[in-house]
């Protein structure tokens, strides 16, 4: 396997938020990272663990040109190259050997766990891979006899993806829940943070959204960030979304067909400047979101102060150097997934 562990951070004091790990990669040299979350959900305690995986080394947005202007791994990220199946489900299943593995805090053990793969990359450009991954952690979890919450798949908007993504549930290709995630951000003036739009506008892919719920029953999620006067690097034009800018992307949204999720933005002076988020204005927001008849959630992310959060993966050298305990895990993920990836092909 192309991908090797040699570092992790803990996040939170004494780890009590989780912890990144950092890979190394024979086909790139920058640092592949992935995270885990003791609690899925930030201020819950539901008992799901919940894991950020990469899709690539750096996002492919960078070499085209159209990287997420709020996002560190495509700002500051040179693109490696996109991960094999395998190397997805890799990072997966180690994250849960550890946690199982887990002696500080043994609770983890019986935790359920929840995928989103919201790292390094965007899944619409590796959705083959992804959905392979998906399966081999599927087959691994079983072995393990621990319970998959969900697979989360991210996208800043891929319609051809969302499309496939449709057809798979259609034939029941996941064994598992598996739900899309759309980073939305903004409607007319989205191109001035997300590029991408100019190469896929954004009422393409909610197009294809809104085809999920009446097949599934679940809406899936759109993601939108709390920006204050964010002005990026090599930008003039502040972006904000206060009020009067969410009512008007909400008034394109169908609260019937999709659930959204406000999130703090995660700055860092790399990205550019910004003024910090009024805590009663998100509220109000949420107010709004509700009474406008969406199901709606304020989302704070975890490991802000190590810059591990949402959009904050940079590829930086990790502190610590795993253990002989970890290499051992390491190996018997390889395994696991070898395993799985042998039985699918004896399908
Ligand atoms: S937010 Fe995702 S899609 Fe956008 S540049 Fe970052 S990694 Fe790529």
């Not at 899709?55 to 492919?60: A, I, K, M, Q, R």
């Not at 969900?150 to 969302?162: C, D, E, K, L």
């Not at 980073?183 to 009422?203: D, E, V």
Request: proline content about 5%; aromatic content about 10%.
């Amino acid at each position: 396997m192309d991908i090797q562990l040699v570092g992790y951070d803990v996040l939170g004091p004494g780890g009590s938020e989780g912890i990144r790990y950092a890979w190394e990669s024979k086909t790139s040299p920058y640092y592949v990272e992935s995270a885990t979350f003791m609690q899925h959900s930030k201020g819950t305690k539901d008992n799901i663990c919940g894991y950020t995986t990469s899709v690539s080394s750096g996002c492919v947005l960078k070499d085209m040109d159209l990287a997420c202007k709020f996002c560190r791994t495509g700002t500051q990220l040179p693109f490696g190259s996109g991960l094999t199946s395998i190397e997805i489900a890799k990072q997966n299943v180690f994250m849960v050997l550890c946690d199982m593995n887990c002696s500080d805090y043994p609770d983890l053990r019986n935790n359920q766990r929840e995928f989103a793969y919201m790292g390094q990359g965007d899944p619409g450009f590796s959705y083959n891979q992804v959905r392979e991954a998906i399966q081999i952690t599927n087959i691994v979890m079983d072995k393990l006899d621990q319970i998959v919450f969900r697979h989360i798949i991210a996208t800043s908007g891929v319609p051809q993806m969302i499309k496939q993504y449709i057809n798979d549930v259609q034939q029941k290709f996941f064994s598992s829940r598996t739900t899309m995630h759309f980073s939305l951000h903004g409607t007319k003036k989205r191109s001035q943070i997300m590029p991408i739009n100019n190469l896929f506008a954004y009422k393409e892919s909610l197009k294809e959204l809104y085809k999920i719920a009446p097949i599934t029953g679940e809406k899936p999620c759109i993601g939108i960030l709390l920006l204050k006067n964010f002005i990026p690097i090599n930008s003039d034009k502040p972006y904000t979304t206060d009020f009067d800018a969410i009512q008007e992307i909400l008034a394109e949204l169908d609260p019937e067909l999709v659930r959204l999720s406000f999130c703090e933005f995660n700055g860092s002076p790399d990205l550019g400047t910004y003024d910090p988020y009024d805590e009663n204005m998100s509220i109000k927001i949420l107010d709004y979101a509700k009474r406008k008849g969406f199901e709606a959630k304020l989302f704070s992310s975890f490991g802000r102060k190590e810059v591990t959060a949402c959009g904050m993966l940079g590829g930086k050298a990790p502190q610590n150097v795993p253990s002989s305990k970890w290499a051992i895990l390491e190996k018997e993920a390889e395994r696991l997934v070898l395993a799985a990836v042998d039985f699918v092909e004896s399908l």
